[in-house]
């Protein structure tokens, strides 16, 4: 007697939100629902780029099995998270830039939803400084190590660090321009935005737009106490960033602080009214 064993098959999901405007907390949220797992900070994108580059390696050229290497690019969600036990993957990482969204159209099996939490960017800068100072020091320190920054500034420390957050090739920006290709007319289909403040303010009905957006069946969350982010049976390790980055409270409630006690005026001004999703 032949037993047929029943593949489950998992939906792939994503979320390419802006660092420091709750993606952690989503996530923690999110993975309360035992058919849903939020991945951490992913490097599939990069992954899959990088496998895609293959086409351009003289070995390929000389023998262009174009079918087996879309084969090992579209297996790549279902081999890495072959033992995460949900129905509903999501996972984490700037999917909305040109080269990662041509990757979804492309190879992924189900439809493309992208969702993206977003904040002001005077909190995101702020926010970001204030858990991870000593990082951002140590980033600076190491420019001028290297001679990509000169050894004396006259600039503030805490501009330095903004300037570190900023930079063309940083997280931030990565982020950001994700988001702003997935604001063009074509691409709008694919994206829901979560503003931090609705997250914080109306969390249940934040979370319900969003199993609305994905199309999965509501589910009642709790929001009284809120574990730290784990998926997988793993959690982040933040000793290597020299801060709390990804610790989140139990009680939802925004944190208390100034950005004024942070960021000095001309910085504020200098990085406000930056929200182009909201025009």
């Known amino acids: 007697m032949i037993v047929k064993i029943k593949v489950k098959m998992k939906k792939y999901f994503f979320f390419a939100g802006l660092p420091r405007s709750g993606n ?16 951490a900070n992913s490097f599939l994108c990069d992954h899959m780029h990088q496998t895609a580059m293959f086409q351009f390696d003289e070995k390929f050229q000389n023998f262009p099995d174009v079918d087996s290497l879309n084969n090992l ?10 033992d995460w036990d949900a129905k509903y993957i999501i996972d984490r990482g700037p999917w909305g830039t040109p080269t990662n969204l ?9 439809e493309v939803k992208i969702i993206c939490s977003v904040r002001d960017m005077v909190e995101i800068i702020s926010s970001s ?28 420390e805490v501009e330095l660090m ?3 957050l900023t930079e063309p090739s940083g997280q931030l920006e990565k982020f950001l321009f994700s988001l ?41 969350h709790k929001y009284g106490y809120i574990k730290q982010f784990s998926a997988n049976g793993v959690e982040y390790d933040d000793s290597i960033f020299d801060g709390d980055l990804h610790k989140v409270r139990s009680k939802i409630k925004q944190k208390k602080y100034v ?21």
């Open 162 to 164: 903004c300037e570190v």
């Open 129 to 156: 400084i204030r858990v991870s100072p000593k990082r951002l020091s140590n980033i600076i320190q190491e420019q001028r190590n290297n001679n990509v920054r000169f050894l004396e500034s006259y600039k503030s």
């Open 73 to 82: 690019i579209s297996s790549t969600f279902d081999s890495y998270y072959k």
């Open 259 to 279: 950005v004024e006690d942070i960021l000095p005026p001309h910085i504020i001004q200098k990085y406000s009214n930056l929200e182009f999703w909201r025009d």
């Open 24 to 39: 952690t907390l989503l996530s923690s949220i999110l993975n309360q629902n035992p058919d849903i797992m939020v991945s």
């Open 180 to 220: 702003n290709n997935l604001l063009k007319e074509q691409n709008r289909k694919y994206l829901h935005i979560v503003e931090y403040n609705d997250l914080i303010n109306d969390m249940d009905n934040t979370i319900k737009k969003i199993y609305d957006f994905l199309g999965i069946k509501q589910y009642q």
């Open 102 to 110: 041509y990757m979804l159209e492309n190879y992924l099996s189900n």
